[in-house]
């Protein structure tokens, strides 16, 4: 199994473009995230998706869109970059059948820079 | 939802035990606590995680206070592969059971 992917590893993008952020998952997990990592910082829950067809939003979800069409899928969406979505972004996920342990498997991130 | 507190650094020798405190007063009853560590800004990694009895895994222990207050990460013989970020995590239960990471432990295992 590959795990988690993601691609881009790293992208430059100018005030205003917009791009997505690929995440896929071979591993049948029904629940998917994205995190933000800003320097220094511990991650914060962008959008978080409990099947296909299933999101919603995290903490800090504003400037970015998120869709699930398939369970292996889980793009995030930028419209309109800015300087403040300078970060590192990291997909996860997990298999949860119900209470209690549910590890998370994360992506090795996307280094993200807008100038 | 229930936070924790974690000393911001740690220095270990190489080849001693590493113990990472971790303040949860606020868990409640049915949450997990989970550590994960992040080396060099990859995606973090699972550790371990406990509800109430003491853990253990091939990578490391967990020690749980009883009242459930605190708890103890413990890399036995810490190499210098194990220098990284340490994050104690109770889990966030209102979306969709995402990790609620705060600053973490920066430990540094010298030679």
């Known amino acids: 199994n590959a795990g988690v992917t993601q691609t881009p590893k790293f992208r430059i993008l100018k005030i205003g473009q917009s791009m997505t952020l690929q995440c896929t998952q071979d591993?049948?997990?029904?629940?998917m995230y994205w995190y933000r990592q800003d320097p220094g910082m511990g991650l914060k829950l962008i959008y978080y998706s409990v099947g296909a067809g299933i999101t919603d939003k995290g903490e800090v979800p504003n400037g970015y869109n998120v869709s699930r069409s398939t369970t292996e899928d889980f793009p995030l969406r930028l419209e309109l970059a800015a300087p403040s979505q300078t970060s590192v972004y990291f997909c996860?996920?997990?298999?949860?059948?119900?209470?209690?342990?549910?590890?998370?498997?994360f992506g090795p991130g996307t280094r993200l820079t807008v100038l | 939802d229930a936070k924790t507190t974690q000393p911001p650094s740690m220095d270990c020798a190489e080849g001693r035990a590493a113990n990472l405190p971790c303040n949860h007063s606020?868990?409640?009853?049915?949450?997990?606590v989970y550590w994960y560590r992040q080396i060099h800004s990859q995606g973090p990694q699972y550790i371990i995680h406990?509800?109430?009895n003491n853990e253990t895994n091939e990578m490391a222990s967990l020690i749980i206070t009883e009242d459930r207050k605190s708890s103890t990460l413990i890399l036995p013989h810490a190499t210098l592969r194990d220098t990284a970020v340490y994050y104690c995590?109770?889990?966030?239960?209102?979306?969709?059971?995402?990790?609620?990471f705060g600053k973490g432990t920066s430990l540094l295992v010298t030679p």
């Open positions: 591993m049948n997990h029904n629940y």
């Open positions: 606020t868990i409640s009853g049915n949450e997990y």
């Open positions: 995590i109770v889990r966030v239960s209102n979306s969709g059971y995402a990790l609620n």
């Open positions: 406990g509800l109430k």
């Open positions: 996860a996920s997990s298999y949860f059948a119900g209470a209690g342990y549910n590890e998370q498997f």
